[in-house]
């Protein structure tokens, strides 16, 4: 089984100081990780994902996230916070195969203030 | 850039009523998910399909039904609507190479009266 956990409903940054979302895995094997953004009334959208090889990845809006396997997690980054980050991130976890069926967290609300 | 349309953004329907929600893709994408999205819960897999008529069953499968007869298109049936599948609905698409990125559609928030 896969499971994702992200232990912060809710995190509040000022804005221009680094932000960070925290997400932890668990499977039984290698992980396949991604993060998604989700905006009021709007469908996920994707910001990036773990596949294999450097552990940094980079994506989207200047956001990056760094796998780290001895502490299973894959927590989100930002060095520089601005007011429109603020939305609901969730992080999923798949171990590929069966249609590729991602496990998701329950998300974190990220706000982000002036 | 990959679109994934929901037929409609809002529905409000009646209990015991059959409700019918759709979803289409314009990738040509063999993988279609449905999911509900719950606060607190995050977003839980309905039910899945791996190719046309194919399915199989998600996390939450109970009370749910879907059809995939055409590849661009995943239909999500509520058989007897209830109270507790009031929610928002998403539907995603994804290619076959894995592990492949999942394109979400806007939702569908359903309310049932």
């Known amino acids: 089984a896969q499971s994702v956990a992200q232990p912060e409903d809710q995190v509040n940054v000022a804005e221009g100081n680094p932000l960070t979302v925290k997400c932890t895995y668990s499977?039984?094997?290698?992980?396949?990780l991604f993060w998604y953004v989700q905006y009021p009334n709007r469908g996920l959208q994707f910001l990036l994902k773990?596949?294999?090889?450097?552990?940094l990845v980079k994506g989207s809006y200047g956001f990056e996230a760094e796998f780290n396997k001895s502490q299973t997690s894959f927590h989100l980054k930002k060095p520089s916070a601005l007011v429109s980050d603020s939305a609901l991130y969730f992080c999923a976890v798949t171990m590929g195969g069966g249609g590729n069926k991602l496990t998701f967290g329950t998300g974190t609300q990220l706000k982000v203030e002036l | 850039d990959v679109k994934v349309t929901q037929s409609s953004r809002y529905l409000v329907k009646r209990t015991g009523e059959k409700v019918f929600l759709e979803c289409v893709q314009d990738?040509?994408?063999?993988?279609m998910f449905w999911y509900r999205q719950d606060p607190g819960l995050g977003l839980r897999l309905i039910y899945f399909?791996?190719?046309?008529?194919?399915?199989e069953k998600g996390d939450i499968p109970e009370g749910y039904s879907v059809s995939r007869e055409k590849k661009e298109r995943f239909s999500l049936i509520l058989e007897s609507a209830s109270t507790n599948q009031t929610s928002m609905y998403l539907c995603?698409?994804?290619?076959?190479?894995?592990?492949?990125?999942?394109?979400f559609g806007d939702g569908t928030r359903l309310s049932i009266l």
């Open positions: 399909s791996y190719d046309v008529k194919m399915k």
């Open positions: 773990y596949i294999t090889g450097d552990n």
């Open positions: 499977v039984s094997g290698n992980p396949y």
């Open positions: 995603a698409s994804s290619d076959g190479q894995g592990p492949p990125t999942q394109h």
């Open positions: 990738m040509d994408h063999e993988n």
